[in-house]
């Protein structure tokens, strides 16, 4: 069996407008993961799609993971709020629960996701 990379890369970071938030489909040891991610300036912030009150995805449409003003993460189920840089719900019925950050890092254009997350 072949080892698994301790790095994934998701994509470019010019895939990715600032400000914005895109949603991924990846496969790590064979098994299919649900992430987004939103960039703000240089920095990717990237979680596990699924909402901590009752695990659905946060979004309905493809990359609607943000309110309408871009300040936050909004699920689309029951409009918990989520603050972009920790991930902590800080409005609805999952409030002060976090979404699971995935550890991810910026290097040479191109965003990755650490896979040891995946691997507890």
Same mark, same amino acid.
């Given at each position: 069996?072949?080892?698994?990379? /301790?790095?994934f890369?998701? +994509? &470019?970071?010019?895939?990715? $407008? *600032?400000? /914005?938030?895109? #949603? @991924? *489909? %990846?496969? %790590?040891? #064979?098994?299919? =993961?649900?992430? @987004?991610?939103?960039?703000? !300036? $240089?920095?990717?912030?990237?979680?596990?799609?699924?909402?901590?009150?009752?695990? /659905?995805?946060?979004?309905?449409?493809?990359?609607?993971?943000?309110?309408?003003?871009?300040?936050?993460?909004?699920?689309?189920?029951?409009? &918990?709020? @989520?603050?972009?840089?920790? !991930?902590? +719900?800080? /409005? #609805?019925?999952?409030? #002060?629960?976090?979404l699971?950050?995935v550890?991810? =890092?910026?290097?040479?254009?191109?965003? @990755?996701?650490?896979?040891?997350?995946?691997?507890?």
């Open positions: 069996m072949a080892k698994e990379p /301790a790095e890369l998701i +994509c &470019a970071l010019a895939e990715m $407008a *600032d400000g /914005a938030a895109k #949603g @991924f *489909d %990846v496969e %790590v040891l #064979g098994k299919r =993961h649900m992430l @987004f991610g939103v960039r703000l !300036g $240089a920095q990717v912030h990237i979680y596990i799609n699924s909402c901590p009150h009752i695990g /659905a995805p946060l979004n309905i449409l493809p990359d609607r993971f943000l309110t309408t003003d871009g300040k936050l993460i909004n699920c689309s189920t029951h409009g &918990a709020l @989520f603050s972009i840089e920790d !991930g902590m +719900c800080i /409005a #609805g019925p999952c409030k #002060g629960r976090p699971r950050s550890p991810t =890092h910026v290097r040479g254009g191109e965003v @990755f996701i650490e896979t040891r997350i995946f691997m507890l």
